[in-house]
């Protein structure tokens, strides 16, 4: 049987199927071992927070530009919405930290982050969050070598336990699968600002309208395929 190449989005259709925009991952992904953490290493992962007394925190770093996240928005039929932009590849560096009870910290610098500014935002959660730490990130140099090292190896061991995702599995952060998404796309969506300091304005008021819905900040572990 053979079909015309015109009937093939309804053939499709009927079966349930439906356009979608791919995800890209890594070649280098072990699926097996981002399986095993999601369903074994992560509940391990809370409880020993619970019998340690440690609050639990993921933490990832991305960048907000000058340049608009543009996305999808009403305007007059046959006359397209334009929102200006000034071309710059300007940005914020910001790391920021989740936590299960719907927290959220974050630093905000002008320049590309470091170890240092990794020790900084321990330091930062510490006071904020409580005493001990169980910190969740990525295996990005910032957080492996450095000011990193010569702080756990000084103080910092005894109130931060460190733990490393899988490689190449952002997919597990809920970070990367809903707050920065939320962020750029719906907070900030559509947003043009003229210089730094506006964009660091609107960030930090985006922010703020996030943690007044620690729901929703919850909603993005189970993006991520962590359970609560």
């Known amino acids: ?37 999601r369903t074994d290493v992560w509940p391990e992962l809370r409880q020993r927070a619970v019998a340690e007394h440690r609050t639990l925190v993921f933490v990832d770093e991305s960048g907000f530009y000058l340049l608009p996240s543009v996305v999808r928005t009403y305007g007059p039929q046959g006359h397209t919405p334009v929102v200006a932009k000034t071309l710059t590849r300007d940005h914020l560096s910001v790391m920021a930290g989740l936590t299960p009870a719907g927290a959220l910290y974050t630093l905000v610098r002008r320049e590309s982050l470091s170890s240092s500014e990794s020790v900084v935002f321990l330091k930062h959660v510490l006071i904020q969050a409580g005493k001990k730490l169980l910190v969740i990130w990525d295996g990005s140099p910032i957080h492996r070598w450095g000011a990193v090292r010569a702080f756990l190896a000084e103080e910092g061991a005894k109130r931060i336990h460190l733990e490393v995702l899988p490689g190449y599995a952002p997919d597990l952060s809920p970070l990367d699968q809903g707050c920065w ?25 985006a922010v703020g309208r996030l943690r007044q819905k620690p729901r929703l900040i919850r909603s993005f572990f189970a993006a991520a395929g962590l359970a609560l």
């Open 181 to 205: 998404h939320h962020l750029k796309d719906v907070e900030m969506a559509n947003l043009s600002c003229r210089d730094m300091e506006e964009l660091h304005l609107e960030f930090d008021l």
């Open 1 to 37: 049987m053979t079909y015309h190449r015109d009937h093939v989005s309804r053939i499709l259709k009927d079966l349930g199927w439906t356009p979608q925009i791919p995800i890209t991952r890594a070649i280098q992904r072990d699926e097996v071992a981002i399986a095993h953490w």
